[in-house]
């Protein structure tokens, strides 16, 4: 009980911190950010294919739903990016 109130502490803490941080980002370096979430979350891949390849019925469940909610993540991020980008470049 102990290590899972730490653990939602370090949770709570990195979601008040998380928020004020992104508040305080200026619209010009959102394209940056978001192409650094897109890497953040292919690690997140790597470590759901881990996941699925593990043994027990919950990790490979667990792994493949994370490994859904990333893939879509990561290209929704790479549209967007792409989509932002395309607003800079000039009109012929």
């Avoid at 941080?21 to 394209?31: A, E, Q, R, S, Y």
Wanted: aromatic share 6%.
């Amino acid at each position: 009980m102990d290590a899972f109130l730490a653990l939602l502490t370090i949770f709570m803490l990195a979601l008040f911190v998380g928020r004020e941080i992104i508040t305080k980002v200026p619209p010009l370096l959102h394209t940056p950010l978001m192409s650094g979430s897109n890497a953040i979350s292919g690690i997140t891949i790597v470590g759901a294919l881990l996941s699925v390849a593990a043994e027990g019925l919950v990790s490979t469940i667990l792994g493949f739903l994370a490994l859904v909610l990333a893939t879509i993540n990561v290209v929704a991020g790479f549209l967007v990016t792409h989509r932002m980008v395309g607003m800079f470049k000039k009109r012929d």
